[in-house]
């Protein structure tokens, strides 16, 4: 996040088992697409949560993300009150937009 650009996820692997843990552990979660018309779609990031918070990292990813029109939406999805239930918050409902000045800021650190 600090150099402000994408990067390919890497594997890990598990150097006692010499075993694959994780293949693509990227953010967001799950990317979908949206049909809005003809040849239009929307391309969204979904980031899963238990309880619909994210940390300071995740939001200033979310919020390159969107900035860099990468993603049209990020949703976040938590677990809802009901069993089996799923709540989807939009992030920049939830977590607002930053100013350009601000978010300039953060990348230079």
């Keep these: 996040m600090k150099k402000g650009k994408l990067v390919k996820c890497k594997p890990k692997f598990n150097p006692f088992t010499k075993s694959l843990m994780m293949n693509s552990g990227g953010f967001p979660d799950f990317i979908t697409t949206k049909h809005v018309h003809n040849e239009l779609y929307m391309v969204i990031g979904v980031e899963v949560k238990m309880n619909g918070i994210l940390s300071k990292e995740e939001k200033e990813k ?43 800021s953060v990348q230079s650190l």
């Design 62 to 104: 979310c919020r390159w993300y969107l900035q860099n029109k990468i993603f049209s939406k990020i949703l976040i999805a938590k677990k809802g009150d009901k069993r089996e239930k799923i709540e989807y918050i939009d992030f920049e409902k939830k977590y607002g937009k930053k100013t350009e000045e601000n978010f300039k």
